[in-house]
């Protein structure tokens, strides 16, 4: 029988399998559905003894394509349906019958024949081959295996969609998933990012500061197991057991105490982190740079010459390739690994003096050396604290535990009273100020960032040092002393968690270690040191000495206290005119709502003020529904990115920039509302 493709086929757009794969499938198991076809007729009606094929023309297509191949013979027989000639029934009719009346199988359909193949001993990748799709599809589809089938069976029964199945197979806790299920199939909010972080809220991210430092591979020996999502981006997963995850982190930074402690310190203090500040009861003794040595020099200056190489090579280029660009940073860390020198200390220094031993941010062990307790100073040492103090911006991570009060453990502010709750509590009428804690957070983190900005600007710093001194010569009474003009740095003992981290914090702490790095020994060097900087730098370093006098702090005084809470409004009324100058921009310094430094410690009001402000009236409305904490979580998402500031953190003059952006980013709520 010779047969032909019709005309008559109403399949035009090509899609889905190619004709190369369902050749390679009919190969593999045969031709599965047989070819519908149709006797040719000539022009008086009477058959031609051709077949055209109105229906199957793709397996045609693939039948052909075998026989080219020579791996079926071209006399192989083929299922056909054959229409009688004069058919009533159209070959049109029969062609998109063929298209339109099947069905697509349903998910659940395939992940269960996926099981029952993998069951009767296929592997994933056979199973892969076998449908022309990657292991990765299989392997997504088999995880549904983990999903209850209670739930299965509400998916089965329509009553939940696909998107909410896949976030219920991040974990294999059936009890858990139908908990969850039972809470957000009576609520409005069932999206499957409410699922996924509602599974995984007593869990810990693989990027978190401690899974990094103690490294999966450790976590796993110890038989803490991880939760994975093959359907989203997860970052590497979560931690779903802390308690192994913090006992190896403790183990890890005990060993790492001993270490140190065998260097010869007299005392070593190790936690998972330190609050800001914690060193500036503390004396500092000096250390040395242990020099190059002369395989370590040969070595910088290879890479140096290796870096010009490259740089010159392409100097014309408008990028570099990117295998030439990951050595370029390559060679850039392998320089700074050997440029950062550690310090060696006097053994005499070190039997009295002692070391911190933390996690840094990025997963790393961080130590702090050379820090000498009040008791183990020398007499003449301590005369020479009592004159000032040389403030530092020693990095602590704050590891959200109840440290975040003054360092003696009393009020914060002044003795004899005590600060609002951490809280803002709910409000009957209108919205209260926010409480004294908060607030005092908040400005904590405004000061950090101002003092950064101060640093930078030499020129505003010399002209708020002159309107310090001409107020202190015209107005107050002048001092006994050659100059009566000092920096004394203000302690920020309240913080939130994440101001530790924050670009103003990394900014300080780079630049106050540099001029540490470039600072002579003793006074008459500094004074002939000092004298001969260029006028940039004596600016520069001005600006940055007295960036740790800058006080933008709100505090709740005392009705008695020897300073008034007017003192401290004048003192705020300054900080803005300092950073209206500045144009001081919090959202560029890295502040962004969050649960933690503030959403969390709000009214529903407030925080339905605040996404009303950034996103609009109809993402307002999306979460009212919410009990607090969800509205809070919910809305820490909805405000990502938005620019939005509380009223604390507002700079004069780039506020109202800032809210017509917030009120223009607010517009497509829907995009927001879908991610």
Known sequence: MITVLSQSNVRRVKSGLSIEELARDIERRGLLQSLNVRPVLDDTGAETGTYEVPAGGRRFRALELLVKQKKLAKTAPVPCVVREAGSAILAEDDSLAENVQRVALHPLDQF?????????????????????????????????MTVSDKLLDVYEQDGMKLDQLIAFSISDDHARQEQIWDIVSQSHNREPYVIRRM????????????????????????????????FEADDGGWLQDPAILDRLVIEKLQAAADDIRAEGWKWVEAALSFPWGHTRQFAEIDGKEVPLSDEETARLEALHTEQETIEAEYAQADEYPNEVDARLGEIEHAILALEERPLAFDPDDMARAGAFVSIASDGTLQVERGFVLPEDMPAEQEQADDV???????????????????????????EGYSISPDVEPEEEDGIRPLPDRLLTELTAWRTLALRDAFASNPHIALTELLHTLVRDVYWQTPGADCL?????????????????????????????????????????????????????????????????????LYERMPAYGAVSQRSVTERLKRADRLASALSLDLVEAGWQPTFENYLGRVTKARILQAVRDARGDDAA??????????????????????????????????????????????GDMEAIAAE
């Open 112 to 144: 269960r024949a996926f099981r029952d193949m993998l069951e009767k001993g296929m592997s994933e990748e056979e199973i892969a081959a076998a449908f022309f799709v990657t292991p990765t599809v299989v392997k997504q589809r088999l995880r549904l």
């Open 388 to 414: 000032g103090s040389t403030g530092e911006y020693d990095h602590a991570v704050y590891d959200g535990q109840d440290d975040r009060i003054a360092d003696d453990g009393g009020d914060v502010g002044g």
């Open 484 to 552: 009566e003009a000092y920096v004394r740095e203000i302690p920020l003992p309240v913080h939130s968690p994440d101001m530790p981290d924050s670009l103003p914090a990394h900014a300080l702490r780079q630049r106050n270690e540099g001029w540490k790095h470039d600072l002579p020994e003793d006074e008459d060097a500094l004074w002939r040191w000092i004298d001969g900087l260029d006028d940039t730098s004596r600016m520069a370093l001005l600006a940055h000495c007295l960036s740790f006098g800058i006080n933008a």
């Open 199 to 230: 599974l995984t809220e007593k869990t810990v991210r693989t990027s978190d500061a401690r899974a990094r430092f103690v490294g999966l591979e450790a976590y796993i020996v110890a038989g803490g197991p991880i939760m994975r999502d093959l």
């Open 621 to 666: 409305e999306c979460i009212a529904h919410l009990k607090k904490p969800d509205m809070a979580r919910e809305a820490e998402r909805l405000l990502d990115g938005s620019g939005w500031l509380p009223e604390a953190l507002r700079t004069v003059g780039l506020a109202d920039q800032a809210q017509a952006e917030t009120a223009t980013a607010g």
